[in-house]
């Protein structure tokens, strides 16, 4: 298992393995999804390494992939804020009354031709600052 480091201020995120060091922030763990590896590389994207985590698996199971994470994220407190085809992001409501923020968005290699076992990712990425910037604190 893996964790992404959420900071308020900071703009990038911290690939840890095992346990999470010991901070202010808050840690959103990110475990393997069956058929799904971890990819540090972000494959067809290198502009996401060591601002996301990435994972990869076939194309026909990213679907299924991204909505396990999904419900998986649901189940810690998460709540689907946005969202499109290949990506969502989900925020999160501090004690404080402010949020932090995910962004999972899926892709493929598209110089590949494309079938069911093509190549594909999931990336994972926070959004720095206050997602909720604006709304009362409840």
């Known amino acids: 298992m893996r964790a992404l480091l959420f900071s308020a201020l900071a703009a990038g995120i911290v690939a840890a393995g095992g346990a999470a060091a010991q901070t202010p922030q808050a840690e959103v763990a990110l475990p393997l999804v069956e058929g799904m590896e971890f990819d540090d590389g972000c494959g067809p994207r290198p502009q996401f390494q060591g601002r996301a985590i990435c994972v ?5 199971s ?10 998986h994220y649901a189940s810690q407190g998460w709540e689907v804020v946005a969202g499109e085809d290949n990506g969502v ?7 404080d009354g402010a ?3 995910l962004e999972i968005a899926a ?7 494309v079938a069911p076992a093509t190549q594909a990712w ?3 990425a926070p959004l720095p600052g206050n997602l909720c910037a604006g ?3 409840q």
């Not at 990869?56 to 026909?60: D, E, N, Q, T, V």
């Not at 892709?107 to 031709?113: A, I, L, T, V, W």
Request: glycine fraction near 8%.
């Open 99 to 101: 949020c932090d923020g």
């Open 122 to 124: 999931i990336a994972f």
């Open 89 to 95: 992001v989900l925020a999160r409501r501090r004690p």
């Open 107 to 113: 892709f493929y290699d598209e110089s590949r031709p």
């Open 62 to 71: 990213i679907g299924p992939a991204a909505e396990a994470y999904i419900a």
């Open 135 to 137: 709304t009362a604190a």
């Open 56 to 60: 990869r698996g076939a194309l026909a």
